[in-house]
């Protein structure tokens, strides 16, 4: 079988929107001149697009018309390593998903622990938010809940009280488990997350675990976020303002 009929059998069976490296060919075909051309073929006919040097992807094609890769394709290679996650899709890329805006962005934020220079793919531009808890598969939707508190100035097409709102129906929907690691999670973030989150926190439940928050902050500190109080009764008591 011709080197470009293999590689057509093998993108053929890939979903849409599906990233690939010349790697995924290797066990197939083993010469990479033969690989380099038939991809650089299937590109001129439209078959694939190119991300950025390297990569490629089977276009999306839907009644809004041709869509790019899922954030998640785009970066996979970075959010794993030896079968271990290393980082997490967080920010401005999640923000949609978690009902926070209706904006899709070309930002791509990912959650590591150890910061590294920011990369771009394409149009697509990647940065990296320094994460002091550890990275596992069942911390990361509390994560992004922390990440989004945290960032919550910066969440466009919202206003704060919106995304608080929003924030605070995300928690509401945790049991008690999870907002208990919540707390505990949130004790690695800066004072003002601490602050939002303990507030929000005890406006839906109350509970003495809350207190360990409370404690962490510097009383003679504030917090300015521009909440009204008719979205945060409690924001007094947390030096919100």
């Known amino acids: 079988?011709?080197?470009?009929?293999?590689?057509?059998?093998?993108?053929?069976?890939?979903?849409?929107?599906?990233?690939?490296?010349?790697?995924?060919?290797?066990?197939?075909?083993?010469?990479?001149?033969?690989?380099?051309?038939?991809?650089?073929?299937?590109?001129?006919?439209?078959?694939?697009?190119?991300?950025?040097?390297?990569?490629?992807?089977?276009?999306?094609?839907?009644?809004?018309?041709?869509?790019?890769?899922?954030?998640?394709?785009?970066?996979?290679?970075i959010l794993e390593k030896d079968d271990k996650i290393i980082g997490y899709l967080t920010g401005i890329s999640v923000y949609n998903q978690l009902g926070l805006t209706t904006q899709v962005s070309s930002i791509i934020q990912i959650g590591v622990n150890d910061l590294r220079k920011n990369i771009t793919r394409g149009i697509y531009k990647i940065g990296f938010i320094k994460q002091q808890n550890r990275i596992v598969k069942e911390n990361i939707p509390l994560l992004r809940i922390l990440d989004a508190i945290r960032f919550i100035k910066e969440i466009p097409d919202a206003t704060i009280d919106q995304s608080c709102k929003v924030i605070g129906s995300l928690i509401k929907n945790l049991d008690k488990e999870e907002q208990s690691k919540l707390i505990k999670l949130a004790l690695k973030y800066n004072p003002a997350t601490r602050a939002l989150t303990g507030s929000i926190l005890e406006n839906i439940s109350g509970g003495k675990e809350i207190e360990i928050l409370f404690k962490s902050l510097n009383p003679s500190s504030s917090y300015a976020f521009g909440i009204k109080q008719k979205s945060l009764p409690n924001k007094q008591k947390w030096s919100i303002i």
């Open 1 to 77: 079988m011709k080197t470009i009929d293999i590689i057509n059998n093998i993108i053929n069976r890939l979903p849409a929107g599906y990233v690939f490296t010349y790697s995924d060919f290797y066990q197939q075909v083993n010469k990479i001149d033969a690989l380099t051309k038939a991809l650089s073929r299937l590109l001129m006919e439209g078959k694939i697009r190119k991300l950025s040097p390297g990569r490629f992807y089977k276009p999306r094609i839907t009644e809004f018309g041709e869509l790019g890769p899922e954030p998640f394709q785009i970066v996979k290679d």
